[in-house]
């Protein structure tokens, strides 16, 4: 099993940045993937970024030269850093674990981030 606690979020001005934190506990051998989510209102959960267990970054379109996830070298914690935040990143900001075996997933309870203009 897997558990996924966040941190960080908060309200910030436009221009101005926070850092996402996920503290990942449990079989993180398992773990393949670890990404981050957002949701905002109206609107479906998307992927913002994830990270391979070897390494790997993805980032969307819409974040990229603005977010940049990465991990400690224990993988028990996955930070999003996000610089340069716009009110459309105002979102619930999720953690998500990909696991080698079922579940195969696993949510953090998510984090609030507003954007003010």
């Known amino acids: 099993q897997v558990q996924l606690v966040e941190s960080g979020g908060g309200l910030v001005q436009a221009g101005g940045s926070l850092r996402l934190s996920c503290a990942v506990s449990?079989?993180?051998?398992?773990?393949?993937?670890m990404g981050w989510y957002r949701q905002a209102p109206g609107k479906q959960r998307e992927s913002v970024a994830r990270?391979?267990?070897?390494?790997?970054?993805y980032h969307a379109d819409s974040v990229k030269g603005r977010f940049t996830i990465s991990r400690n070298n224990a993988k028990t914690t996955v930070y999003l850093q996000m610089n340069s935040l716009k009110p459309e990143d105002t979102a619930v900001y999720y953690c998500k674990a990909e696991t080698s075996i079922a579940p195969y997933y696993y949510w953090g309870q998510g984090t609030q981030v507003t954007v003010s203009s």
């Open positions: 990270i391979t267990s070897r390494g790997n970054t």
């Open positions: 449990g079989s993180i051998f398992r773990i393949n993937v």
